[in-house]
């Protein structure tokens, strides 16, 4: 926003004739230049975000099968239905369970995971292959291989047996008190991968130098993880918990094929809840209301979390605008 | 300032003008018609054989016979239907043919004015191909759309594990399910599998339910007014009530898909693991490609959903649905002409014979498959009451309302009186 205003203002303030003409035309040339690049991203990022946004903003407030006219205003009932509606309410509440879980138990493991296959050690290519195979797949292929795997006497179960884990056999996607559960460890199997490449990356610019100096210290190995690694892996886990906690806010496709939120709702998100009830029962305006829902969610989520946890990393890479 | 307002006022006036005039219009008479060559756009869901090559065969012998009608056929995934069909009849280009189930579905496209309405076009023909069974695609007495296969709900089951089990007739009443129920257990075979995950087929058992529970009157009166007031509703709720507590289904079922792979619930009756799934006649054909047993037809048997002791419906009624397809605006008398190919004596014999479903039309009947089917058919066609599934009798989001009801009870959530306040409460709009 200030960025847009500057400009103009330094433009149109009067100053010392010869300067300001100069500075007049070259703030014209670098306008026209701003426009000429940035012109076409802007159009597209009107036209094919900005603009729908609205779209489902206004169809919100209509009652709308999708087929007819416009026709029916109900003003803000859509919204307080969705949020008078228990489904609604436990979506979301699933939805930050699963957020909460990412950063409680994925974050942990993926840091440790990290730190393990940045050592040197043999077959670390194949290792690091491996856990990054998973991410490589589809949301849809990953939910397709465990409904197979998880389904009663499926994989999973045959495994606990042979191991002599029998008794862990569970209903994993039947039984209401533990789907969610199960779609989290499905996810977290998909996702990990992603988690401790990126963890991977950050640990390269831990310098070893300061390893070193801290050993010559006389720091154990886990002072050095807990004041040296850490604190120079910040950035990364910060960027990896918007990453996460976003994901999981518009958690949709292993869930939709894995149990179309079910049963009894007890793994609905508000992803599915916005499918189900925007196609599958053609409530366009309803749906679109719970889709803006979803979207100031996000929103709010993502410049709360820029202003405060992500304003220290991004501080020396904003580029500030030479008037 | 003014003369610069009105040149969108005018421009909108422009453009809705055209649009309300073409919606007043859509009823009684035929927009304009393409004379000349018409090229029709078809959009079904044959997206696996025999039915693919049977639509690609027809696609080809309508070409031949009417040389100025070109169609073009796209198949679709099944579950693709609910999200192209209502963006394509708000956009300029809707296809000229389409699938449709009829009914509640069908009642919510006609709202968006494409959908052409074909009675005048259809009425010469259409009872004496499709008998009764074509008013399921008419809304407000006006025919929207043309069924070209019927189906029928009733209980499957492998006649080797009834044997096992010491099963010697299929059961006819609710008793006769529960004890059959008890003598599979105790051989340890599953003795009915169900696809909770689906929802569906969840609901199969609730709508036959009601159909033994509530009178023909009933059940006719309650889907006019999307209201269910008569208590053989709760019922019937209670009936299902008492039947999951007799635990009947495989392990798991709640999460378990309909009919997709070994481990689904048809998959589960196509290999021998479970004895019983309530399902449309389509079943065979969804077992068979579960399945490597070949012999499979042979071993599967056919009955009717079982009476309910003092209900106040007929017996001998039974659920089911159709298949059909309906005309957008453009095109609707090639449509209607390509809709009657489709309810003739050929393709409906080929629909038979090939095992793809029952056909509309009484002549084709004698060529279905195996004696099994024809017996589904023979049932089907003389029960005194046909009720179509409820998730399409009703508007959509009260069918879907009703399956979500029903779905949470096998999980073991909700009571009777709930299922009737979901669907009400649906009706009346709320969440």
């Not at chain 2, 195996?370 to 029960?383: E, N, S």
């Amino acid at each position: 926003m200030t960025t847009a205003t500057t400009p103009v203002r330094t433009a149109a303030r009067p100053s010392v004739p010869a300067v300001g003409a100069r500075r007049r035309r070259s703030g014209l040339r670098k306008r026209l230049e701003l426009a000429l690049l940035l012109g076409p991203a802007l159009l597209l990022f009107a036209g094919f975000v900005l603009v729908p946004i609205g779209i489902a903003a206004f169809y919100s407030l209509f009652k709308w099968n999708g087929f007819g006219p416009l026709d029916e205003f109900i003003g803000f009932d859509n919204y307080v239905d969705a949020f008078s509606g228990t489904v609604f309410q436990s979506a979301i509440v699933h939805n930050l369970i699963i957020a909460g879980l990412s950063i409680v138990v994925q974050l942990p493991l993926s840091i440790g995971l990290a730190m393990l296959l940045n050592r040197k050690l043999r077959g670390r290519a194949v290792l690091r292959a491996l856990v990054f195979a998973p991410y490589v797949l589809s949301e849809a292929i990953t939910a397709v291989i465990w409904v197979l795997m998880l389904q009663p006497n499926g994989f999973a179960d045959q495994v606990l047996k042979g191991a002599g884990l029998g008794g862990l056999v569970h209903q994993w996607l039947a039984d209401p008190g533990i789907v969610l559960y199960t779609l989290f460890a499905v996810i977290t199997w998909k996702y990990i991968g992603f988690g401790i490449i990126l963890l991977l990356a950050g640990l390269q610019g831990v310098p070893a130098e300061l390893r070193e100096a801290a050993a010559l210290d006389g720091a154990s190995a886990w002072q050095t993880t807990r004041h040296v690694v850490l604190p120079l892996l910040g950035p990364t886990i910060r960027i990896w918990i918007f990453l996460s906690v976003i994901g999981s806010l518009q958690l949709f496709d292993v869930v939709w094929i894995m149990t179309t939120g079910g049963p009894a709702n007890a793994s609905t998100t508000m992803a599915t809840y916005l499918v189900d009830h925007g196609f599958k029962r053609y409530e366009f305006g309803f749906g679109s209301a719970v889709a803006v829902i979803l979207f100031v969610i996000c929103f709010v989520f993502a410049l709360l979390y820029q202003r405060f946890a992500l304003r220290r990393d991004t501080q020396g890479a904003l580029t500030r605008m030479v008037g | 300032m003014f003369a610069k307002r009105r040149i969108p006022v005018l421009a909108a006036l422009a453009a809705v003008v055209p649009l309300a005039l073409s919606a007043c219009s859509g009823g009684t008479e035929t927009p304009a018609q393409p004379s000349g060559p018409v090229t029709l756009t078809w959009w079904h869901n044959g997206t696996t054989d025999p039915i693919k090559s049977i639509w690609e065969k027809v696609v080809a012998d309508y070409h031949q016979a009417h040389p100025d009608v070109t169609i073009k056929a796209q198949p679709l995934q099944n579950e693709d239907f609910p999200t192209k069909v209502p963006l394509a009849l708000q956009g300029a280009e809707p296809p000229d043919v389409y699938q449709s189930w009829g009914a509640g579905d069908l009642a919510s496209q006609i709202t968006s004015g494409k959908v052409a309405d074909i009675t005048d076009a259809t009425k010469p023909w259409i009872t004496e191909t499709t008998g009764k069974f074509g008013e399921n695609w008419q809304v407000d007495g006006k025919q929207y759309g043309v069924p070209f296969e019927q189906h029928f709900v009733g209980f499957w089951y492998r006649k080797d594990l009834f044997q096992q089990a010491g099963i010697t007739t299929p059961p006819k009443t609710m008793e006769e399910l529960n004890a059959a129920v008890t003598q599979l257990k105790a051989k340890n075979i599953a003795p009915i599998s169900v696809g909770g995950k689906d929802r569906w087929p969840d609901a199969f058992y609730f709508n036959y339910f009601a159909i033994r529970e509530c009178s023909a009157d009933v059940l006719k009166q309650s889907v006019k007014a999307v209201k269910l007031e008569d208590p053989c509703w709760t019922k019937a709720g209670q009936d299902l009530k008492n039947f999951l507590a007799t635990q009947p289904f495989q392990t798991g079922f709640a999460g378990t898909p309909a009919q997709q792979g070994a481990g689904s619930s048809a998959g589960l009756v196509a290999n021998g693991k479970a004895a019983m799934e309530l399902q449309g006649d389509w079943e065979p054909g969804t077992m068979s490609a579960l399945t490597e047993d070949k012999q499979l037809d042979s071993k599967i048997g056919w009955f009717p959903f079982p009476s309910v002791a003092g209900g106040q419906g007929d017996p001998a009624a039974v659920l089911g649905g159709g298949d059909g397809f309906a005309c957008t605006t453009r095109a609707s008398k090639a449509c209607a002409d390509f809709l009657q190919y489709l309810g003739s004596e050929p393709v409906q014999t080929q629909l038979a014979a090939q095992g793809a479903g029952l056909p509309v039309n009484t002549v084709a009947a004698k060529s279905l498959k195996t004696d099994t089917l024809r017996a589904v058919y023979d049932y089907g066609t003389k029960a005194p009451y046909l009720q179509m599934y409820f998730d399409r009798a009703f508007p959509t989001a009260v069918g879907a309302a009703l399956n979500d009801a029903v779905a949470n009870m096998f999980a073991g959530q909700g009571t009777p009186e709930g299922i009737v306040t979901a669907v009400n409460q649906a009706a009346a709009g709320n969440k």
